[in-house]
């Protein structure tokens, strides 16, 4: 069974940083895309990042410049390193993964395993 734990969380002042960890594990081969997503009370869940099979990345708008992407397969950990944090960055954050070598597009449909979320909180 495919399991996703997310880690890293808490409450940061605006500017600072975060990063978080998803530790994976039950995925049958390598062809795999994970991401993250994020959802904030009232809001539907968005797409943060992916990244594919072959390490290609991609950010959402919002996010792009401020927040990296990364997976290190070999300890089976994706990670989301998140700087210059705001206040509009504070929601649960969700790892996320589907089959495939290629993502789907950003959406949280496509992607059918999903960890418990860990809360990030941006506040003065």
């Known amino acids: 069974q495919v399991h996703l734990v997310e880690s890293g969380g808490g409450a940061v002042q605006p500017g600072g940083s975060l990063t978080l960890s998803c530790a994976f594990s039950?995925?049958?081969?390598?062809?795999?895309?994970m991401g993250w997503f994020r959802q904030a009370p009232g809001k539907e869940r968005e797409g943060v990042a992916t990244?594919?099979?072959?390490?290609?990345?991609r950010h959402a708008d919002s996010v792009e410049g401020r927040f990296t992407i990364s997976k290190a397969d070999a300890e089976k950990t994706l990670y989301l390193q998140m700087d210059d944090l705001n206040p509009d960055d504070t929601a649960m954050y969700y790892c996320a993964a589907h089959e495939g070598r290629y993502c789907s597009r950003m959406a949280d449909h496509f992607f059918v395993y999903w960890g418990q979320g860990t809360q990030v909180t941006v506040s003065s």
């Open positions: 990244i594919n099979s072959f390490g290609v990345t």
């Open positions: 039950g995925f049958a081969n390598t062809n795999v895309c």
